[in-house]
């Protein structure tokens, strides 16, 4: 028999078939004849299960898991001979019924670590190391006194036939890395008995077919940073209960085929501009404007005259009349010389109609446009981006990420070395605590993540136990 890393084919070659194939048969009726017991754990000792002696401690497969999910249940101390009635068959599975004090349980277990656990102090450990299929006939009503953790690290298909009832006492909280889709082929109500906030981080679109009607008990505050833009095919009403205020910074233009404005008080004011046109009549009690020739800045008139006049420039028969009450009587009035002054050469005080509102001059009107209840508005809508950024998060990580992290999501960025070295990053994921100030320090060489030591099958310098020739020189691992 070699002892070095020879597998039995090498070895009938060393030995010989003969002398390899008939070393270690038993001879003798009071030894395993398949050479399968004792097992190796069981070398050289008692074969009372080591589980019933409480030297081991058999349990359900529990790996896996997900980050921040605990699977732990009670301690469960060791079994006592001779209280724990163990039954374990040659493949691997368990069927242990312990009575220790203190440390009562039942295991039912699967060579491949699959079972049912029950322990001392009523806990439960269920374990499938493959699929689990749950068929019920009836009925199916689970009660969880305490909280539940449901982790799927696959899909997730939930059909239900009927209707679908989900009452929650407390919060709901949804949160999913991907997209969300709703297909509704009915009515769809939500009822809210307090507030609403909703944040898009990207676009919003919203298309209705039929009728859209929104109705506000209170108050309806709109705010754009953009612009906006409003096209209607058919007709737009806005009917205000009490006063409708519109101002632009720059330009306000309203333009349509038929334009009426009415009001009981009307004012239309501004420091140059135009108003009428060639088809258009101005009918009004006063039409008037600051005194003084036209030369002088004053108000002049284009055009025919019909009506009165309170002070006329020029006339047929009243061009040198002081006032025009006196065009009557300058009719018949002689015509001075070349060069002569006439009769009603001197000029008569006119009479000045009494005003019905302050004259709009320049200071006024900029101090109505630039100040006051109907002043222009300076619009406003987070001017720095203060709130965009808070909302985004994109400054807080240099455009990386566009909202708070998950671990999971920190480990996948740090993996690339640019974004390990980028101190806005990194800074601000320690000063949120989402990262230890302390995780660019370089690990102990001894230290690794996996260990690189392999187990290296040997075999024995001599037989052990009592193996047939196909299981000859039991290997075993350091």
């Known amino acids: 028999m070699t002892t070095n890393l020879n597998d039995i084919t090498k070895r009938k070659t060393i030995l010989g078939t003969g002398q390899e194939e008939s070393r270690g048969i038993p001879r003798s009726g009071f030894v395993d004849p398949t050479g399968e017991f004792p097992n190796e754990e069981y070398y050289f000792s008692n074969n009372v299960n080591k589980a019933a002696k409480g030297e081991t401690t058999n349990r359900v497969y529990t790996g896996g898991g997900d980050y921040n999910v605990s699977v732990e249940v009670s301690e469960q101390i060791p079994s006592r001979y001779p209280y724990n009635q163990v039954t374990e068959t040659p493949s691997g599975h368990s069927i242990e019924i312990d009575d220790t004090p203190g440390g009562e349980r039942v295991l039912i277990k699967h060579r491949t670590g699959a079972g049912i656990e029950f322990r001392s102090d009523g806990s439960v450990l269920f374990s499938s190391r493959n699929k689990k299929v749950e068929v019920s006939g009836g009925d199916d009503v689970v009660i969880v006194e305490g909280e539940a953790t449901l982790v799927y690290k696959g899909n997730v298909n939930v059909k239900v036939s009927g209707d679908y009832n989900l009452e929650v006492e407390g919060n709901i909280n949804v949160t999913t890395a991907g997209n969300k889709v709703e297909t509704i082929h009915r009515n769809h109500k939500v009822v809210i008995d307090e507030n609403q906030n909703t944040t898009v981080k990207g676009s ?21 940073k953009g612009n906006q833009e409003n096209e209607v095919k058919g007709d737009i009403k806005f009917n205000s209960g009490a006063k409708l205020i519109t101002t632009a910074v720059e330009e306000w233009v309203a333009t349509s085929k038929i334009t009426s404005l009415a009001g009981d008080t009307i004012s239309a004011i501004g420091v140059t501009g135009t108003i009428g046109g ?74 000045q109609i009494p005003q019905t ?51 999971h999501e920190i480990r996948s960025k740090l993996r690339d070395p640019a974004n390990l070295n980028n101190s806005t990053f990194t800074g601000n994921l320690v000063a949120s605590g989402k990262l230890n100030s302390k995780f660019k320090n370089t690990p102990p060489k001894k230290f690794k993540r996996i260990s690189g030591v392999k187990n290296v099958t040997k075999f024995g310098s001599r037989q052990l136990g009592n193996a047939p020739h196909e299981k000859r020189s039991k290997r075993f691992k350091l």
């Not at 859209?212 to 705010?223: M, R, V």
């Not at 009549?281 to 055009?303: L, M, R, W």
């Not at 309170?310 to 006196?326: L, P």
């Not at 508005?377 to 990386?400: A, F, G, M, R």
């Open 204 to 224: 919003r679109g919203k298309k209705v077919v039929g009728v859209n009607t929104e109705t506000l008990l209170s108050d309806n505050f709109s705010y754009v």
């Open 278 to 351: 060639h088809q258009v009549d101005h009918y009004g009690k006063t039409f008037g404007g600051p005194p003084g020739g036209a030369g002088n800045g004053g108000t002049t008139h284009y055009g025919t005259l019909i009506g009165k006049a309170t002070e006329a420039i020029t006339s047929d028969y009243a061009n040198r009349a002081g006032t025009a009450k006196q065009a009557d009587a300058a009719k018949s009035a002689p015509n001075g010389s070349p060069g002569s002054p006439g009769k009603y050469e001197t000029k008569m005080p006119y009479e």
């Open 357 to 407: 509102g302050p004259m709009p001059t320049t200071p006024l009107v900029n101090s109505h446009i630039s100040s006051g209840t109907y002043g222009i508005v300076n619009v406003q809508v987070d001017p720095e981006d203060k709130l965009l950024n808070e909302i985004i998060k994109t400054d807080d990580y240099d455009n990386l990420i566009n909202r708070d992290p998950t671990i």
